[in-house]
Every structure is written in C-alpha cells, then in structure tokens.
C-alpha cells in the first residue's frame, strides 16, 4: 500500500468505539475490504481501501449512536452493500433507495455506532 499523503486538513485518523475490536475489525473488513493489523501497541486496527485513512477500534469509548456528525463510506454499490452490512452483523437504519443517483444510507455496525454508506451514481 502505497505511503499516505500528508496535506494539511486532510482527515486521516479515526479512533471508532468497540465492544469487540476483533469483531468490528471483521465487520469493517468483510463489508468495505479495509485492511486489518496491528498497530504499535497491539492494538486492532485498520487502513481503509485508498491507505489515506487508518485507525483504531477502542472498547474504552462509547458507541457513537447518535452523532452530532455523521461520517459517510464511499461504496461502488449500496444495494450490494446494504445486503453485505446486515449479513456481517450490522444494521440498515434508513434503506438504500434505488431511484436515486446520490445515495446516502445510514447503519448501525456491530458496536452500535452510526455510520453512513455514499455512492454517487453518476460518478461510476
């Protein structure tokens, strides 16, 4: 994987609560291919598909079910990937609607946290 790029207020870390971090580890890897290791600590913890974006999942954080701030999952299909979230443990919280050329749906991961899955149609 290539070296991220460092850019100046670019995201690029994420600590995710966890009840399990094995378990979200599998959950994220299954359904969006991230890439799973251990960090320096020994900790569980993850590099997204692009290796721009890493982290880690903490069981000393709560579940982030209600967020003031909503963070997305770029997904190439998120009929595919609907199914694939339930199917890993996740789930859908508002339903993927077809019709759309911009889709945004939220779920709930195996922690509780709520996330968001985005394709844009008219980009692929």
Request: proline content about 6%; glycine content about 8%.
């Amino acid at each position: 994987m290539p070296e991220p790029t460092s850019v100046h207020g670019k995201i690029c870390y994420i600590e995710m609560p966890a009840t399990d971090a094995d378990a979200s580890a599998e959950f994220y890897q299954t359904v969006f291919g991230w890439s799973i290791r251990a960090d320096a600590a020994g900790t569980t913890a993850f590099d997204d598909t692009t290796g721009e974006v890493s982290g880690l999942w903490d069981t000393n954080r709560t579940a982030v079910d209600d967020p003031g701030m909503l963070i997305s999952i770029m997904v190439k299909d998120s009929v595919t990937t609907a199914e694939a979230i339930v199917g890993a443990g996740g789930t859908m919280m508002t339903p993927v609607d077809p019709d759309q050329d911009e889709v945004i749906a939220t779920f709930r991961d195996p922690a509780g946290n709520l996330l968001s899955i985005y394709e844009n149609r008219d980009m692929a």
